[in-house]
């Protein structure tokens, strides 16, 4: 039997997985239609739907296709409720060190992230930059 841990656990593999190969269908598949894409790292706050933020990933290489190490990791899930849970990860994209407070809530039977706030560090990596990019994740 999975539990609620386990099930919030496999949505954050998937969004993750999504992360790392720049694959819309599966990030659609942990993140709610609604959800919000929220960054204040740089001087302007942004603030995407995701119909507004798939098409950043669409348009991106993959740190998978840069054959860029997986660096990415789960560092704590809380639950709020029985429908409600919270989880911080970091994941690196690029020479962006990113990390991401996810809100999820659980629809329709499956838990979904409602909104995605992140910050990110950038950390020069010594690879070659003409094959390396990904502005945002």
């Known amino acids: 039997m999975t539990t609620q841990f386990d099930a919030v656990v496999d949505v954050l593999q998937i969004y993750l997985d999504g992360l790392y190969h720049s694959d819309t269908q599966l990030l659609r598949n942990a993140l709610h239609p609604g959800a919000r894409y929220v960054c204040a790292t740089a001087d302007t706050l942004i603030d995407l739907s995701m119909e507004e933020y798939f098409p950043i990933v669409d348009e991106r290489p993959s740190p998978a296709g840069n054959n860029q190490r997986r660096a990415d990791e789960i560092v704590s899930i809380e639950f709020a409720g029985p429908k409600t849970a919270a989880a911080t990860l970091r994941c690196v994209v690029g020479e962006r060190h990113f990390t991401d407070f996810l809100t999820l809530v659980l629809v329709d039977g499956r838990w ?8 990110y560090d950038v950390v020069e990596q010594a690879v070659d930059h003409e094959h390396s990019s990904a502005t945002q994740h």
Do not use: C, D, T
């Open 112 to 119: 979904q992230v409602i909104s995605k706030v992140f910050h």
